[in-house]
């Protein structure tokens, strides 16, 4: 919060008059305000609804200053250099009298240097005041002030924690409020065991419980692997290149942290399995969004998504999966959700916490031209139905995966007889070739798969001018996700004749 307390303690020497701190944790918020405002040498006073204004020349409390309006009547009559703090005040803007008393106020906190900051967990700000409130989102405990939690309990406790095992249970409680935190810390004093490794198991667990809670959020603990991903070469080779792109020796370097990865594609061809695998080669947590809940959820559009990234900032480095993004933005910069909207265009813009953005989409020709503009996203690749040499990649993947051995099949022979099939639809027919040959009691053989491909009809066969068309807005607008293999066919058949 050391930042956050700078940029309060610059807005307040400047004289803005309103503050609106949107935070669920107002004790730890309340306190560092305090302690900040007492090393500046000015008055503190504070109200809530349930006892009304308290602090500064009357300790006791104001008598007749429980309703909002009546405490800001009083508030004008204090002339000493202060900070008022108000819990939850943003519930009473409906109050035509107190937004005119808030404007009235600011005319005067200038000249007496005082300033209101209200504290709430909402982001909700009158047209009226807008142009005198700043907001600020208070961020979940940093990394210094987690381990600082930690090495005072485990000194109290007189526990002695390895270093690498300190980091791992520090790194495991971002994310996480205060409060939070020391429930946890103390659920794992209490257990007997004190912070070993199974108790890491119980920061996973507080965090998918609190992460369930946001609704349009979901934790992954383990997400897909890399070797699970059949083709999509240049697209592997373009993210093994930025996957220490976070680290401290990347910044020294000069290198700006990446921002994000767009991924255009046919149905059923691993782009939500490709956007899973970043997370496993990078060794980051994934968070998955659910883009079309953020607008079906009760309240704001723009304040669900809003928590939400605050959420995914408190975990980062974290790599936040939006798949299908189109089901939430299309069209949204001419409909209901254009506040959400431009708040995330300009999140992806300006965000300077290590979150990266993977984004998946099937139909994006509809989609807002804004949001794909270099700058966003670090690059926009297009996943098209996979080649020879990667539908045979994919055929060895999920035979492996269920026991067999790609040796005993002429895949090479299915490769070529399943020219349009999309991974998914490969998958499916391995899961096919299964079930016939247990359906006759024996073990699968060549022919099990060979009927299973002639049975399926593929999706691109029925949807072949949407494809058309996919193909042809993707061509001058991103880049492959496969290499080239028509280009290296030539070469290795040259290097044979040769």
């Not at 270093?163 to 409020?177: C, K, N, Y």
Request: contains cysteine; aromatic residues 8%; negative net charge.
């Amino acid at each position: 919060m050391k930042d956050t307390l700078q940029q309060i303690r610059v807005l307040v020497d400047a004289r803005y008059p309103v503050l609106q701190l949107v935070t669920h944790e107002e004790t730890r918020v309340e306190r560092e305000i305090v302690k900040m405002v007492q090393s500046m040498g000015r008055g503190v006073y504070k109200w809530r609804l349930s006892d009304g204004l308290k602090g500064g020349v009357a300790p006791t409390g104001f008598a007749g200053t429980q309703a909002p309006g009546a405490c800001l009547a009083t508030v004008a009559d204090v002339e000493e250099p202060a900070i008022f703090i108000f819990f939850d005040l943003h519930r009473h803007f409906d109050d035509p009298e107190v937004v005119r008393r808030i404007r009235d106020l600011c005319q005067l906190f200038g000249t007496r240097g005082q300033v209101m900051v209200m504290i709430g967990s909402d982001l909700l700000v009158p047209q009226a005041l807008q142009k005198d409130v700043v907001t600020i989102d208070v961020p979940f405990p940093q990394r210094e002030e987690v381990g600082r939690l930690l090495a005072v309990l485990l000194k109290s406790q007189k526990i002695d924690v390895p270093s690498a095992l300190f980091e791992r249970f520090v790194e495991g409680s971002l994310g996480l409020t205060e409060e939070e935190i020391k429930r946890l810390y103390a659920r794992i004093l209490l257990d007997g065991a004190g912070f070993t490794e199974d108790d890491l198991k119980a920061l996973i667990e507080e965090k998918r419980r609190v992460i369930r809670q946001s609704r349009v959020l979901e934790f992954w603990e383990s997400a897909g692997l890399m070797d699970d991903v059949g083709g999509m070469d240049s697209l592997k080779e373009w993210l093994e290149q930025r996957s220490k792109g976070f680290s401290s020796d990347a910044k020294a370097f000069g290198l700006p942290e990446p921002k994000g990865l767009f991924l255009l594609g046919v149905q059923g061809c691993g782009k939500s399995l490709m956007s899973k695998a970043v997370a496993d080669l990078w060794r980051l947590p994934l968070l998955r969004l659910d883009v079309a809940a953020v607008f079906q959820s009760v309240g704001s559009e723009a304040e669900n998504l809003r928590e939400t990234i605050r959420v995914a900032e408190g975990l980062a480095p974290v790599v936040l999966w939006i798949d299908e993004i189109e089901k939430g933005f299309l069209g949204s910069s001419n409909g209901g959700g254009g506040k959400a909207f431009g708040y995330f265009l300009t999140w992806m813009q300006e965000k300077t916490k290590p979150v990266f953005v993977v984004a998946t989409a099937n139909e994006v020709r509809s989609l807002p031209p804004e949001l794909l503009r270099k700058g966003r996203f670090d690059e926009i690749f297009f996943v098209d139905l996979p080649n020879v040499h990667e539908r045979l990649a994919i055929l060895e993947i999920h035979l492996r995966r269920r026991g067999r051995d790609p040796e005993m099949f002429d895949l090479t022979s299915l490769a070529e007889d399943t020219e349009r099939f999309s991974g998914a639809e490969l998958e499916q027919l391995v899961i096919a070739g299964l079930f016939s040959a247990f359906h006759h009691g024996r073990e699968l053989d060549n022919g099990d798969l060979v009927e299973a491909g002639r049975e399926i009809i593929p999706l691109a066969v029925t949807m072949d001018d949407r494809l058309k068309e996919l193909r042809e807005w993707a061509r001058p607008r991103a880049r492959p996700a496969s290499l080239e293999r028509r280009r290296i066919d030539y070469f290795n058949e040259w290097d044979q004749l040769g």
